[in-house]
């Protein structure tokens, strides 16, 4: 700061000041409303204070939204994304960068080209192939160059597979493990190949731990990114035991005609939206990290 | 690029790529050719007999009405979604980089917003907007004689969508912001100062010049946010609707695909989107090469 003038300061810290009440006024509105009662909460308009209802509409919205399954199968879906993501393009990055071999360039090449183009783009035919059989590339191809008649056929509608295998197919991850290990020093490897390594031990004791900072990153985006997923979800579940939290929070929603439960919807929402925002707080310093580097 | 210290092996390698390129392959590449070829064919709501027809459905789509207005429609929607919200955080991150005390709690208090699900920012922007009983829809009646209601007037359906996306993508501009603006020399600012640049003018000639690159990156990646990851929000207010008024293009292709059941039409929309897509991400890629310059 070059210079110090109060009125300077002031506006400063009054814009920021308005900023955040811009930034949080939708979640204090939404909150205000999930501690009224019913008919509080259908007042026009809306008392502006705090009600003493919160426990029983979060509870209310518990049992009538089934919470406890849909946040479970959110997690588990958040959590395969962020494993299997990072698991394959660990793995991809290293194979690209720390060996050579014919088809290194080709697949580095088709790998990336997906880099920009998000499942929503191709999510009629991906819908197709999931639903009816996703192994229907694989038998093409073993037919195709074999005597063998393949005719493998698995469905994943309605599981955790389904949820979340179509989703890791991104290159956002493996890219940046690329680059990162691409500024790794020259001499860890050599070293490592001196002293007798397997590429296998080099990837574990000296890669990975060094790697930490960045998966820690990446974590933390790609657990929202699974956890705050709704086209894919809504179209590949259709058991109300299978879907996620973000897609079940729709039905809580007063339609035209209903009782307007606003103050349980919102007690639901405010349920749902808090594991990723609790990750992003906890892990602030890599949150920002990821983000910063995932864009790059 | 590859590691001048490399490891030698023969399966390895090819093993270590495989997942990678099996969920590609399945997940990306298959679903991708199958759209192609489907958008060259008409098939019937069943699925039983499909017809090859040239570019029948890409002529009909150019020539069809409701889709040039959908493409309208979705660069409207992402512009104004873009603009909102990246003036809003490039102002919270110029006062934020100004304020010296609270720099990190104002950080905490502002990067929230970006976990939350875009569906579950729909959630609460209704209840904001809500025509009948809105805490904005009252106070717009009551001061201005307005009578907002976006579920019969175009208009005030798109303003919605367009809050509900960017309220959740200002954090996002907040963070790369502050990151830009930590990174300008402080003795360029102290220079300026001394030769008796007020703040204003330090700000417009200094600090947003040399942001320009990180400006035009965020214009990239907001757009991008606003054609595919809004599907939720639309899907939780609007629907599309009303009179097709919010009918973007990711949203009327799961409309003609998954409702309509109009196969070759959503797969043309699809492959046309990829075009767009590619189309930004190449003019990215320009700007990439014109940051390595601009720093270098």
Known sequence: MVERTPILDFLTYFFLILGVVIVGFPVLYTIIAATLPLEDVSKVPMPFMFGDQFLVNIKAAWEKGNLGTQILNSFIMATGITIGKITVSLLGAFSIVYFDYKFRVIAFISVFCTLMLPVEVRILPTYEMAAVNFLEPVNYLVNLFSNVELELEWNLLDSYTGLILPLIASATCTFLFRQFFLTVPEELCEAAKMDGASPMTFLRKILIPLSKTNIAALVVIEFVYGYNQYLWPLLITTNPKMITAVIGLQNLIPQADDIPEWNIALAAALLVMLPPILVVLFMQRWFIKGLVDAEK | ?296
């Open chain 2, 1 to 296: 690029m590859i590691k001048r210290s490399i490891f030698k092996s023969r399966g390895l390698p090819y093993l270590l790529i495989l997942p990678q390129i099996l969920v590609t392959v399945t997940f990306f590449y298959w679903p991708a050719i199958k759209g192609l070829l489907q958008s060259f064919m008409v098939t019937d709501p069943f699925g039983n007999r499909s017809k090859f027809v040239w570019f029948d459905n890409f002529v009909e789509l150019l020539l069809d009405p409701l889709y040039l207005k959908s493409v309208g429609i979705t660069l409207m929607f992402s512009f104004g979604t873009a603009f909102v919200s990246i003036s809003l955080g490039l102002i919270i991150a110029a006062m934020a980089n100004r304020a010296l005390k609270f720099k990190w709690t104002m950080r905490t208090m502002l990067i929230w917003p970006y976990a939350v699900a875009p569906a579950i920012s729909g959630v609460l922007w209704l209840f904001l907007l809500h025509p009948s009983f809105g805490i904005v829809s009252i106070f717009m009646k009551k001061y201005f004689q307005v009578d907002w209601n976006p579920v019969l007037d175009g208009g005030d359906a798109m303003t919605m969508i367009i809050m509900a996306s960017a309220w959740k993508e200002i954090s996002y501009n907040f963070v790369f912001f502050v990151a830009g603006m930590q990174a300008i020399p402080k003795s360029l600012i102290e220079a300026a100062a001394l030769d008796g640049a007020g703040p204003f003018t330090r700000f417009f000639r200094i600090t947003l010049p040399l942001l320009s690159p990180t400006l035009f990156f965020l214009m990239v990646m907001n757009i991008i946010y606003a054609f595919f990851e809004t599907f939720g929000i639309i899907h939780v207010i609007t629907q599309g609707g009303p009179g097709g008024s919010t009918n973007t293009l990711v949203y009327k292709i799961y409309q003609d695909g998954f409702v309509g059941l109009n196969l070759g039409s959503s797969a043309a929309q699809s492959v046309l989107l990829m075009f767009l897509i590619i189309g930004i991400t190449v003019i990215q890629f320009k700007y990439v090469e014109k940051k390595v310059q601009y720093t270098g």
